[in-house]
């Protein structure tokens, strides 16, 4: 299941909740910390994969020695 960063909007913690995509705009998130329903979610693509950016990754590196 995917991982969606949140952060509180009152205690401003941020935090992850781990949920199935079908759940993202259903599912009532609260902050851990605090309790409060006032959260937002946060735009994050650090699961982000593509091959066609580790080949230009890779190239460049090879390129540097």
């Given at each position: ?14 935090f ?7 759940e ?20 994050t693509n ?13 190239s460049?590196?090879q390129?540097?020695?």
């Amino acid at each position: 299941m995917p991982n969606y960063d949140h952060t509180c909007e009152k205690c401003k913690k941020d935090f992850i909740i781990e949920m199935k995509m079908s759940e993202v705009d259903k599912k009532k998130v609260s902050c851990p910390e605090c309790g409060s329903k006032k959260v937002s979610r946060n735009v994050t693509n650090n699961t982000f994969w593509s091959e066609s950016i580790d080949r230009y990754n890779y190239s460049k590196t090879q390129n540097n020695e």
